[in-house]
DNA sequence: CATGTTCTACGAATCAATTCGTACACAAAT
DNA sequence: ATTTGTGTACGAATTGATTCGTAGAACATG
């Protein structure tokens, strides 16, 4: 199995969403984007790090003194399997319970729906190819 | 405001799920339910139940020695807001993005699909109108 | 009414996540 | 060479969730 330990807590998330989008990065990057959101004290996202890294959720070049952290699973895995989780455990294993909440739960554009249906059309064709 | 206290735990919402489910019950009840799923405790039960009631998430009827509990919150309400927040932490706020994982993760049947196509038709009405 | 059963109440242990203080390494600048 | 700044490492306190033991109330049954 690529990804041994797959589950990751909240804070541990939001580092992930970090290194998702920038890349690799160092633990101080890592601070830096989260301060934009939150409070957070520097040694604690150093600690959240390292226990990621024992976890096998990010890898790290300590080559040289300053650390640089690299996410070590893939987006689309780890997010699959939150939602997975999700409609487990909240929607009674229906995707489309999850869906219709999300949608109506808040205002979509327009836009964003005219995309989903596209989605939709398509896999329909594939299915019934 | 209705609903002062809206956070739950992973295992306050699997009870809450056995009272939305099955109505009005027992403690007795719920650790049976949940037993079904997983192993637990009859007493660890109790307290949590106990837990949620100080957090208002069930009132209960104790005017007999078998209490009766009932949730107090609208499961609606609560489902939205634990979507609402995975979008945001996860989708980074886009509910689209958690519609297509939800969909593509996973085998949806096209009745399913069909549904949700008719869903987003009316959507798209109403807001059109 | 004595006994066994079923319940609630509640304190305390345990476990995990999070936070932070402190120590020490290293390098750049004076 | 000393000082200053920026890093990592790591132990320990804190906080929150969960689990469970034990005690005592309520009640049914013989």
Avoid: C
Avoid at 18 to 23: K, Y
Avoid at 92 to 108: D, E, I
Avoid at 120 to 126: G, H, P, R, S, T
Wanted: hydrophobic share 40%.
């Amino acid at each position: 199995m690529m990804h041994p330990h797959i589950k990751a807590t909240e804070s541990e998330l939001e580092i992930l969403n970090i290194l998702w989008r920038e890349g690799p990065v160092t633990v101080r990057q890592v601070h830096e984007a989260l301060s934009a959101t939150k409070e957070a004290g520097y040694t604690t996202t150093l600690k959240l790090m390292q226990i990621m890294l024992e976890k096998n959720l990010v890898s790290r070049d300590a080559s040289r003194k300053v650390h640089v952290y690299t996410a070590a699973i893939d987006q689309g895995r780890m997010k699959g399997q939150i939602v997975q989780r999700m409609i487990d455990n909240v929607f009674s294993g229906s995707a489309m319970q999850l869906v219709m909440q999300a949608l109506g739960n808040q205002r979509t554009s327009p836009e964003e729906i005219e995309m989903i249906k596209q989605y939709l059309d398509e896999k329909q064709n594939i299915a019934g190819a």
